[in-house]
């Protein structure tokens, strides 16, 4: 009986070996409370540190402005007498906007083509009567001057009667109308119409620190300059386009000189008196040492970053270039393919140890799946 017995001893003592072994490989794996020397490693995330181009830009902060903008004003008195569009419509140059009562202006012009005839004759009579000086030089001469002033009336009663037909001058989109079909409407009235707003393309004005002028004229001459809109914030995607202006004074109270550069807008995504954050892109760097902005701390001595050294977290100090988006651009301290923490936990410190968490997830794995064949082996 103890013979029969022996082997199924053995068989439990060797499964209870190997789980003993796999829990002490996980547990050795589980990131420790303190992370001291000695302790259990700290499990951290981290990112290699990677070449690729990178812009080099200049960020600001600017407001939407329309390339064109009309205020739509009477140059008639009279009554409104229709409003063919809605308030916010899009509107096409051309497009018909308002009708004032061409009665009075449509009388003027007749009286005025019934003149200039009458007139026309008076000077045709005159003229042989002149010629056999039955009449002085003077009365034919003040009779064709007379034609002369029926022929101006004419025209500005003609331009009269076509200023009572309001039509789009420019291509955009309406704002609020100011008076309604039924109202008066004289030249003198205080509001426009309607204000008409181009939206594409459309201007974004903002301003730089005049330290940066040397530099933006250097890249402008090279090449024109790409502009990019974000939200305020810096978030999202709001277009593209070209500087188109640099104003050629700089503003002594703030120091800052004025740009601004044209969008097309095809989306009309940007609206007239928007603020929008402004990236400033004057070149492109083809070959760039980045690592997650994350990564970077600060200390006494500027900034650094933790690496895994030998199993162990230790410090190196790094110079930031600059930040574009979520990345920083090294400019020395690191080199390629080096594994930065690219999330630094509160309580990793130098020389604690550490283990990244891919590592960590891929040995925690590999433990627990010779553990379980282990035990399938031997059932």
């Known amino acids: ?46 990112a290699s540190v990677t070449v690729q181009p990178m812009p080099v830009s200049l960020q600001a902060v600017g407001q939407v402005e329309p390339e064109h903008t009309v205020q739509i004003r009477p140059q008639v008195s009279g009554q409104l007498r229709g409003v063919y569009f809605s308030e916010g419509d899009e509107v096409r140059k051309g497009q018909k906007l308002f ?80 008076a ?6 004289a030249p003198t009235d205080a509001a426009p119409l309607v204000v008409i707003n181009q939206m594409r393309p459309i201007l974004v ?47 002594t109270d703030t120091g800052t000189i004025m740009l601004k550069a044209r969008i097309p807008n095809d989306r009309e995504q940007l ?26 701390q600060t200390g006494q001595n500027g900034n650094f970053v933790y690496l895994i050294e030998h199993g162990q977290a230790v410090t190196r100090d790094v110079k930031v270039n600059r930040q574009v988006g979520d990345l920083a651009v090294i400019s020395s301290g690191l080199s390629q393919g080096e594994q930065v923490v690219s999330h630094v936990p509160p309580n990793l410190r130098p020389g604690i140890n550490v283990v990244a968490i891919a590592a960590a997830k891929q040995e925690r794995s590999t433990t627990a799946k010779t553990a379980q064949n282990g035990q399938t082996v031997l059932r």
Not at 144 to 150: L, P, W
Not at 158 to 168: C, V
């Open 180 to 185: 309604k079909a039924g109202n008066l409407v």
């Open 1 to 46: 009986m103890m013979r029969k017995l022996v082997p199924f001893i053995a068989i439990v003592a060797s499964l209870a070996a190997l789980g003993g072994l796999a829990q002490w490989r996980l547990d050795a794996l589980d990131p420790p409370a303190h992370g001291g020397r000695g302790d259990k490693p700290l499990a951290v995330d981290t």
């Open 271 to 296: 609206w007239p008196g928007q603020y929008v954050g402004v990236v400033t892109q004057l070149t492109m760097q083809p070959a760039a040492l980045t690592v997650p902005q994350t990564a970077i």
């Open 205 to 251: 004005q903002y301003s730089l620190p005049q330290q940066r002028l040397d530099q933006l004229r250097d890249y402008q001459a090279q090449h024109s300059i790409r502009i990019f809109i974000t939200r305020e914030d810096g978030s999202g995607d709001l277009g593209a386009g070209d500087l188109v202006f640099v104003d050629n004074t700089v503003n």
């Open 99 to 178: 009708l004032i009562d061409p009665s009075q202006y449509q009388t003027a012009l007749t009286a005025a083509k019934a003149q200039l005839v009458y007139d026309e004759d008076q000077v045709k009579r005159l003229a042989p009567l002149a010629g056999k000086e039955y009449v002085t030089s003077q009365e034919y001469e003040t009779a064709k001057a007379t034609v002369d002033q029926d022929r101006a009336k004419l025209e500005q009663a003609e331009i009269n009667l076509a200023y009572t037909d309001i039509r789009a001058p420019i291509s955009g989109r309406t704002g609020s109308v100011s």
